[in-house]
């Protein structure tokens, strides 16, 4: 057998769903190596000898793990300190950290698009009342397109 540092991590859609928590452990790791099938995948033999932690990307299937790969080092590196401009950015993202309320919608300029408006409450200054306006728009989104995710009431 031939030593491979760091963890080997194994793209396949038999592997266990990426999520952003496994995403934020895959990043305590120095160094991986990623496995990328083609059509059938590996020979088992390889799974065998190097004992991957094998991942999916989700419930289907592509041609190749190349696709998936850059799916991986996306999510994660992002996670890594100087990568985003703002340290927090990655901290309040949906599903990051626990969190499992998606994040509220996003508006840049200008204020008014073909007819549609930022909501005044972004434009009135008042910190307190934006991110009570978030918090609640968070919920309503989740609520409507991803009530799996909130708690049972």
């Known amino acids: 057998m031939f030593p491979v540092e760091g963890r080997v991590v194994l793209l396949t859609p038999q592997g266990e769903r990426l999520s952003q928590p496994m ?18 995948g590996f020979d088992h033999r390889v799974i065998d000898i190097l004992q991957p932690l094998e991942l999916s990307i989700g419930d289907y299937v592509l041609n190749g793990g190349e696709v998936a790969a850059m799916v991986l080092v996306d999510a994660t590196v992002r996670m890594l300190p100087g990568v985003l401009g703002d340290e927090q950015s990655s901290v309040e993202d949906s599903f990051s950290r626990g969190n499992r ?18 909501p005044e409450v972004l434009l009135n200054g008042n910190h307190e009342s934006i991110a009570a306006w978030r918090a609640q728009e968070s919920l309503r989104r989740t609520a409507e397109r991803r009530a799996d995710l909130l708690p049972p009431d």
């Open 23 to 40: 995403v934020e452990q895959l990043t305590t790791s120095p160094r991986y190596l990623v496995l990328c099938g083609r059509y059938e």
């Open 101 to 118: 309320i998606l994040e509220f919608p996003q508006y840049t300029r200008p204020r008014e698009f073909r007819g549609l408006s930022v």
